[in-house]
């Protein structure tokens, strides 16, 4: 199914794709802070 190294591959992707779901998640929470403490848009 997986060819040489794909498995690995893969596992890199899913780990890369986790950390920038983690990233945009900070970054809008930060927005909705800024967003609560009354900054005009």
Same mark, same amino acid.
């Given at each position: 199914?997986?060819? &040489?190294?794909? @498995?690995?591959? @893969? +596992?890199? !992707?899913?780990?890369?794709? !986790?950390? &920038?779901? !983690?990233? +945009? !998640? %900070? %970054?809008?929470?930060? @927005?909705? $802070?800024?967003?609560?403490?009354?900054? $005009?848009?």
């Amino acid at each position: 199914m997986f060819g &040489k190294g794909g @498995l690995g591959n @893969l +596992m890199k !992707q899913a780990q890369q794709m !986790q950390e &920038k779901m !983690q990233k +945009m !998640q %900070e %970054e809008i929470a930060q @927005l909705e $802070v800024t967003g609560e403490s009354g900054a $005009v848009w």
